[in-house]
């Protein structure tokens, strides 16, 4: 088995607390608008890259039509639903099962499924062809309106072609092209400079909000972007892209002494169980009331330590055995719980 490569799990350490932060913020998006550019600077580019890495690391499985191996995700997908339901049931009292279609959290995982399926069936074809014509579906796609949540349709097209590069390209050679250090500070000031942008016109950005969510048709788009949608989507996968990669070259080889690479390398299990954490916290116990004591001014911001401690909180090595006992039963437990 290949040596795990750190950067990767400091990576998707970095993903999925964006993930949980991300989450957090649809619950306050409406209150604040430092909440609104936080979103935005989020979603405008960690799914896609998220599914980029996936697909990256998806060759073995792929190539070697491992079916047996993928089939881990969706039991994964069934827990994440269930682990979801008591949540609703035990802090709000309330519940709503939706295994087809499905708003909440457990849908990359059920599209992470699907991709893996999509991509053997597609193997023996070029993959130029299908790369460019998954980018040609997705544009079209949002003109429809019966692409929907159902079957998580409508986040399965519009993704897909970041995980198909991701499938297309070498780990190795990506990682290289982004490691010099004339990228790395370039990567680090434009994304500085979005940042800086997005915060400061916030107001005048944010209608592109439906577009970065992967589920909404052109539709909920206003006035004249609707008929400009495909264009708008294209122009959304260029600069996605873009940031995914400043992203990737701004990220260090090694940080913390490898302990932030070994819970980047639980990033699922954060996945399946964050989302009752969030419930518990900022629905039961309101926790923003006991922001605004803290920092009457700024309370929206603490948010981010917030998500942070969920994560931390969810990346603990004790829930891998449990998680890999469900959803992995037929396979060995290793000690790692990595």
Known sequence: MSKRVEKWDILKFGLIFLVVLGHICDIYIKESMAV??????IYSF????????????????INEKQYTGIFPYFAMYIVSQMLLLFGKMIFTGGYELQLLNTKDAPWFIFV?????????????????YILTGSVVLACIAGYDNSVSDMLQLSRMIVFYPFFYAGYLLDEKKVRERLSGRTVKITAALALAAGIVFVCANIQSVYWIRPLLTGRNPYSALKGICYPLGGLLRLAFYLGSALIGMMVIAVTPDRLGGGIIAGLGSRSIQVYMLHRPCIILFCVRLQIAGWFQRIWPAHYHL??????????LFCSWRIFARPIRALTMPKVRQDKSGD
């Open 36 to 41: 609104r550019a936080i979103w935005l600077c």
């Open 46 to 61: 960690h799914m896609p890259l998220f599914f980029f890495v996936a697909g990256l690391f998806s060759k073995r499985k």
């Open 112 to 128: 992470l499924f699907a991709y893996y399926v999509i991509t053997i069936l597609l193997k023996n074809f070029d993959g130029r």
């Open 302 to 311: 603490l948010i981010i330590p917030l998500a942070l401690g969920i994560t």
